[in-house]
T-cell receptor
Framework: GENVEQHPSTLSVQEGDSAVIKCTYS??????FPWYKQELGKRPQLIID?????GEKKDQRIAVTLNKTAKHFSLHITETQPEDSAVYFC??????????FGKGTLLTVNP | KAGVTQTPRYLIKTRGQQVTLSCSPI?????VSWYQQTPGQGLQFLFE???????NKGNFPGRFSGRQFSNSRSEMNVSTLELGDSALYLC??????????????FGEGSRLTVL
């Protein structure tokens, strides 16, 4: 069945540095890979997503890369800012009307 | 337009009681999903509804149930509450229902505490 491992569980960086969060999965049927950001006390919100026919997608300072052969995908945040501090969740989607989420990464950006 | 609305936002129950949580999706969204969020466990899928039909259910005991009404509003019920049911219950709606086709819009959640 679907399973996704997310690493690291916590990540602390200095403002301006880059941050990378990686997720690995096992279900080959997964074809949708979104990333959600949840600020403290707030609802999760989609920040970027990628589909299985695309290897990389960028949106300003964030990017996601997908390696379907190795079954892993990563979130890259460049030039981090304090407002990037949050919990980030990767997720898997297929044709079964649900998302399977990773356990989250607490990102702290230190000014 | 209005976002996903969940009620109540906070509630405290005792073991053995039952609880009903409500979710109103974004207007025009026909798919509603429910997730349980606990510290360190991420978001765990409970169920998904589309046009009043449950299309998928997660690995939760039968004490967890849900339904969707003709106006797309959804409710979930937990019976015979246990301490481990304490969690944030998140509802999410989407336009088409196929999660692999687009964004899930989450509500702010209902925080349940079981004493």
């Amino acid at each position: 069945g679907e399973n996704v491992e997310q690493h690291p569980s916590t990540l602390s960086v200095q403002e301006g540095d880059s941050a990378v969060i990686k997720c690995t999965y096992s279900d080959s049927a997964s074809n949708y890979f979104p990333w959600y950001k949840q600020e403290l006390g707030k609802r999760p919100q989609l920040i970027i997503d990628i589909r299985s026919n695309v290897g990389e997608k960028k949106d300003q300072r964030i990017a996601v890369t997908l390696n379907k052969t190795a079954k892993h995908f990563s979130l890259h945040i460049t030039e981090t800012q304090p407002e990037d501090s949050a919990v980030y969740f990767c997720a898997l989607g297929g044709s079964n009307y649900k998302l399977t989420f990773g356990k989250g990464t607490l990102l702290t950006v230190n000014p | 337009k209005a976002g996903v609305t969940q009620t109540p936002r906070y509630l405290i129950k005792t073991r053995g009681q039952q609880v009903t949580l409500s979710c109103s999706p974004i207007s025009g969204h026909r798919s509603v999903s429910w997730y349980q969020q606990t510290p360190g466990q991420g978001l765990q899928f409970l169920f998904e509804y589309f046009s009043e039909t449950q299309r998928n259910k997660g690995n939760f005991p039968g004490r967890f149930s849900g339904r969707q009404f003709s106006n797309s509003r959804s409710e979930m019920n937990v019976s015979t509450l246990e301490l481990g049911d304490s969690a944030l219950y998140l509802c999410a709606s989407s336009l088409s229902g196929g999660v692999n086709t687009g964004e899930l819009f989450f509500g702010e959640g209902s925080r349940l505490t079981v004493l």
